[in-house]
Nanobody
Framework: QVQLVESGGGLVQAGGSLRLSCAAA?????????IEWYRRPPGKQRELVAT???????WIADSVKGRFTISRDRAKNTVYLHMNNLKTEHTAVYYC??????????WGKGTRVAVSS
């Protein structure tokens, strides 16, 4: 399995933007069937935000559609979560994880996003 590492989080004002990165620390993202971005808001359960398949198909949760997009840069071995027009409700720890045929990757430490009003 490929080790994925999240980065790019930080403190941003409402209305601002962030780009989160999910980089392959070892191996190549091309070997991952689906890469998923999740978030865990404070005091709440982890929820799925966006996915991208090895063929480039994408899915965005209705709650963030129009604000978040997901993309992939094969040359940089990285998947991105682009977050625009952020709101305080988007405050969370964001995680990426890889799905393979018949198995699931390991959760990383995530990257923390804090949106201030």
């Amino acid at each position: 399995q490929v080790q994925l590492v999240e980065s790019g989080g930080g403190l941003v004002q409402a209305g601002g933007s962030l780009r989160l990165s999910c980089a392959a620390a070892s191996g190549t993202i091309a070997s991952i069937t689906i890469i998923e971005w999740y978030r865990r808001p404070p005091g709440k359960q982890r929820e799925l935000v966006a996915t991208i398949t090895d063929s480039g198909g994408t899915w965005i949760a209705d709650s963030v559609k129009g604000r978040f997009t997901i993309s992939r840069d094969r040359a940089k071995n990285t998947v991105y979560l682009h977050m625009n027009n952020l709101k305080t409700e988007h405050t969370a720890v964001y995680y990426c994880i890889g799905l393979y045929s018949g198995s699931v990757g390991r959760w990383g430490k995530g990257t923390r996003v804090a949106v201030s009003s």
